[in-house]
């Protein structure tokens, strides 16, 4: 769970839930390999105009690859000397992202760890990606055992967890989540390479409590045979790409109109989303709109009225955010943030916002 901005003291993003470990590691020899896997396709099609999304609800699987290693941070290192060296320190930074060693591209933890391996000179360059600035710095790596050798840096190049997606548009490109997937240690905007969807197969809930906000678990198998589609956008208004396998995921095609922000009326709206094992809608209120986008990401405040879902959930979980928002036969935003000392009340996201961010 993470929290940003003064809003967000009573707020968290909660859509996100890790279903699987987020693997870091301290470079070393040490590391389990990835799998590549083959994805198999299919397309669906579906007549939509440009006003006129097919309505979203379902839950879905993500894996999403780092552009690039990511560094969470650094550390001191126990050195075969009995001394202790930090070779990072003050010289690569948490949110860095590693893009090369020794003038070599890297793309992964994997390929990282197997220049470290190979390493045959006393000092390393890094290729970092700061910000929109790359530089190179150099490194002494610390032998920690005789012939390995660490930089001590702690780096992430994958995330994976579950989330509701919201729209498919006329071009089959889908939006969900209505905000981005931050770092879990250092609270950063993931850059991402490519990423996909997979089917999910929601196990249990557990109900929200004021201070604790619920959450929804699933098992995601990660193969070709459950892969939906690919991702290739992670925003601040949530995370974009394109289904493959539509009649997959939109098993039901609902067509709906979208609304502008300035349609959009203080008062009664539903959230449809995945409960006891079916998509439906649930009744809410939008309670406040905010026209000024202070932040993308929470244009409106709503709260949960019906008395089915607050028995079910106690409000708004993890893994909802991304659950459309209808008002009046429209579809209006999609739900982001939960308020953690009242679980019945949320942030949302404008629908025009993710439109824009779709295309």
């Not at 760890?113 to 006393?122: P, S, T, W």
């Not at 919201?166 to 240690?185: P, V």
Request: net charge negative.
């Amino acid at each position: 769970m993470t929290k940003s901005g003064e809003k967000s003291r009573n707020s968290a993003i909660f859509s996100f839930l890790v279903t699987a470990a987020l693997l870091a590691c301290l470079i070393g020899y040490q590391a389990q390999s990835g799998k590549k896997e083959s994805w198999q396709t299919e397309a669906g099609t579906e007549a939509i105009s440009d006003d006129t999304v097919l309505l979203g609800g379902m839950p879905v699987g993500i894996y999403m690859e780092t552009d690039g290693v990511m560094v969470l941070n650094t550390e001191e290192i126990e050195g075969i000397d009995g001394q202790e060296h930090e070779p990072a320190g003050h010289l690569v930074k948490a949110g860095d992202y590693i893009t090369g060693f020794n003038n070599q591209e890297i793309h992964n933890k994997k390929e990282l760890l197997k220049a470290l391996e190979n390493l045959d000179d006393e000092e390393v360059v890094l290729t970092l990606r700061r910000d929109e600035e790359q530089l190179d710095v150099k490194i002494e790596p610390v032998e920690s055992s005789p012939n390995e050798y660490k930089l001590g840096i702690w780096v992430r190049d994958n995330v994976q967890g579950l989330g509701t997606i919201t729209f498919l548009n006329e071009k089959s490109r889908f939006g969900a989540l209505g905000h981005g997937i931050h770092d879990a240690d250092t609270n950063v905007l993931m850059n991402i390479a490519d990423g996909s969807l997979y089917k999910t197969s929601i196990q249990s809930i557990k109900k929200g409590e004021n201070g604790i906000p619920g959450s929804m678990e699933g098992i995601i198998v990660y193969n070709g045979y459950n892969r939906l589609g690919t991702i290739d956008k992670n925003t601040d208004a949530g995370i974009y790409g394109t289904v493959d396998k539509i009649d997959d995921v939109f098993q039901e095609q609902i067509p709906i109109e979208t609304a502008a922000k300035e349609e959009i009326e203080i008062g009664k709206a539903t959230m449809r989303c995945f409960v006891d094992n079916q998509i439906q809608e649930y009744d809410i209120e939008v309670t406040d709109i905010d026209t000024s986008e202070k932040e993308i990401n929470k244009g409106l405040v709503i709260q949960v009225t019906d008395e089915a879902l607050l028995e079910k959930t106690g409000g708004i979980i993890q893994g909802m955010s991304g659950s459309p928002i209808i008002q009046n036969g429209r579809l209006i935003g999609a739900v982001t943030h939960v308020f953690v000392q009242d679980s019945t009340k949320g942030y949302g996201i404008f629908i025009e916002n993710m439109l824009k961010e779709a295309e």
